[in-house]
């Protein structure tokens, strides 16, 4: 009666705009063993040094269409003529071996990923939104990051604005402050929601 | 559209057998003025010392059931042949006012709680089943505590099984470990949903 079996990962969603450091934060809580940082597969063809499997899952367009009309995606996109995407069985097969996977992905691609209506999925779920702490600073932090026209922080912040009204969409929202601080209540709520009923198996 | 206006308190609902510790760790988290342990209404009469809306709300038995006619309690129980029960104005006031309510309630009230539609109560409710790490450590927790007889032991252990089935319906279940462990666990889970989307007032 009292729950000991092994629990399941967690897939954890998660998004914002670009500038907010999501990526960052999710990368310092995978260690590889108990946690990973989602790989996707894509159509792109690979470069030199990325490995197969580690990097992406390099799959050819006839292959990756075939899988997304199988119903083995997850979430998928084309960009810039390529497509992009997560397997299922990928996800799946962490959270069975109780492994958190963390997707870095755009509202977009969670709402994909929340329509799915696999148990599984519906048991280990979470989803948290990065938030700029303000308009200005995000502004600050996408400038100061590369040698970027004017026009292209534009669009930036027009993508960042878009984004930015679905943060009630997700569970949690987390309003960035200092990277210390981020960092740590970034902490947690992972640790919060290994606690979750619905992760120990039945 | 960034998040900024004042957020909504939660109504943190706590269960599972005596001799967890749940009250204890309510008691420490709740400083009384970003968060409260909720005062019950009861149609027992005070005893010397205790104060009218600081330990219980007292109440004659007919406003009482006046009150639940008109919907006013959240969940209500006759114990012992008094009325005990929690009215909602009390709790809704202090969400309204961004602070924290504990109930420490039995599975029968928490289910009477998260019947109800209230809108308010949707977005700021959440439960946490707290566990003993086994029934023998139980068994030793509860007898240690006081000079019962062996009988009431028996029944106290027999009413812990029956709560102990409905941990599923928790959101969070807490295997209650060393002191230390319990509260630094218990406030992380605090900690972590403080950050609800849904906390913020739209």
Chains 1, 2 share one sequence.
Not at 24 to 32: A, E, I
Not at 81 to 87: E, I, K, S, V
Not at 152 to 181: F, G, P
Request: charged share 30%; proline share 3%.
């Amino acid at each position: 009666m009292i729950p000991t079996t092994p629990r399941l990962g967690m897939l954890i969603i998660v998004s914002g705009p670009s500038g907010t450091g999501k990526t960052t934060l999710c990368r310092k809580v995978c260690d590889g063993e108990k946690a990973v940082f989602s790989v996707s597969c894509t159509t792109r063809p690979s470069r030199p040094g990325e490995v197969d499997g580690k990097d992406y899952f390099f799959l050819d367009e006839a292959d990756f269409l075939a899988r997304v009309d199988r119903g083995e995606l997850f979430e998928y996109a084309r960009v810039h003529n390529r497509w992009y995407g997560t397997l299922k069985s990928y996800v799946f097969e962490n959270l069975r071996r109780g492994v958190d996977v963390f997707m870095d992905i755009d509202v977009q691609g969670a709402n994909q990923v929340r329509g799915c209506e696999d148990e599984l999925v519906r048991r280990c779920l979470t989803d948290i939104f990065v938030m700029p702490p303000s308009l200005d600073e995000l502004r600050s932090r996408l400038s100061g990051r590369a040698t970027e026209s004017a026009e292209v922080l534009e669009l930036r912040m027009k993508n960042a604005e878009a984004e930015m009204q679905h943060w009630r969409d997700y569970r949690y929202c987390l309003i960035s402050d200092t990277r210390e601080s981020d960092e740590s209540r970034f902490r947690t709520l992972i640790e919060a929601e290994r606690l979750r009923s619905s992760l120990y198996e039945d």
